[in-house]
């Protein structure tokens, strides 16, 4: 069986990192993986899993994007693919376009995902053309109906996204040598409580509310670190993010890591790992990664991060934007000396995953 994934870029973000995942998967199966993309960081780690990559235009929404649909036809006619999965909104049109004008006796199998919760209008319903309609969490599939109550409910299937248990387990701790490296780079991490936000430097993902909490806390041993990097065309927040962080006192008392590729290693040696995204999630899994480590998270209770606390850590839910709970929480927490430890063993796994899309692809 040949796969084609098509999104738009190949840099950090969860739908990328599941794109390399399926890519791997299918290759150890036998079965031949081929990924459209503009390109990006990740490309190097996907061929060297055995998929190839075809650099296309794919990423920008702009009327000379329609250039490619020929494009894209006449690869899939050469390609003669058994599948087309489509991760994206602008690449799912693109290859749609150029899909439907196939002959459809011979035509590939075509495979969505809805990854997120796009704002509900046309443009965002070609998530939901696809013969299987892949939904990663339950919030996502009732999102789709409630939103597209003509989407046939038996084309809809649930695949949460999942990690690998024997890569992310309690027993888990990072080397001496990362441990001596991370150190020497970040001093002012030694001997703390570690409060860590993970996640690209979007204003999705709540850091305002993030830097309040530590601001309440800093003078008992916490130290924050903001783990993600800042795409250049979201320099802007992150100067914003960080004239906040001095105007609160903060200076001493956050460390911005951008891009790393080692964030399990840093949520590992964390006390507490957060999830406060401004709006809901599709999936939150860097909770489920921390909850794996046995690294406790306090997230707002909505989406797939909320789902994914109902059932490893309800003790973490708190209300959208409610940092005083928060800060109460936390400060329970250290009266005991011990926050909660997650040990329920995850349901979310990534071979579950990998299994139950392959059999979606049949």
Known sequence: MKVIQILPELNAGGVERG?????????????????????????????????????????????????????????FEEERPDVIHLRSRLPAWLAWLAWRKMDPLTRPRLVTTVHGFNSVNRYSKIMTCGERVICVSNSVKAYICDNYPDVPIEKIILIHRGIDPCE????????????????????????????????????????????????????????????GGADPKKQDYLDEVKAKVTELGLDAHITFTGHRSDLKEILSISSIVFSLTQQPESFGRTTLEALSLSIPVIGYQHGGVGEILNELFPEGKVEMGDTKSIIRLINQWAASDLAPTPSKETPFTLQSMLESTLQAYM
């Open 168 to 227: 992310y387990h309690p027993k888990f701790k990072p080397s001496s040598e990362w441990q001596g490296n991370w150190y020497a780079k970040h001093p002012e991490t030694k001997a703390k409580k570690l409060l860590t936000l993970p996640g690209r430097i979007t204003r999705l993902k709540g850091h305002t509310d993030f830097l309040q909490v530590v601001a309440a806390l800093k003078d008992h041993g916490v130290h924050g670190i903001i783990a």
């Open 19 to 75: 794109t390399l995942e399926v890519g791997k998967y299918l290759v150890d199966q036998g079965h031949e993986s081929l990924v459209i993309s503009y390109g990006g960081r990740l490309v190097i780690q996907l061929e060297s899993e055995g998929s190839r990559h075809i650099s296309l235009p794919v990423h920008k929404k702009r009327l000379s994007s329609l250039k490619q649909v020929k494009v894209l036809r006449r690869l």
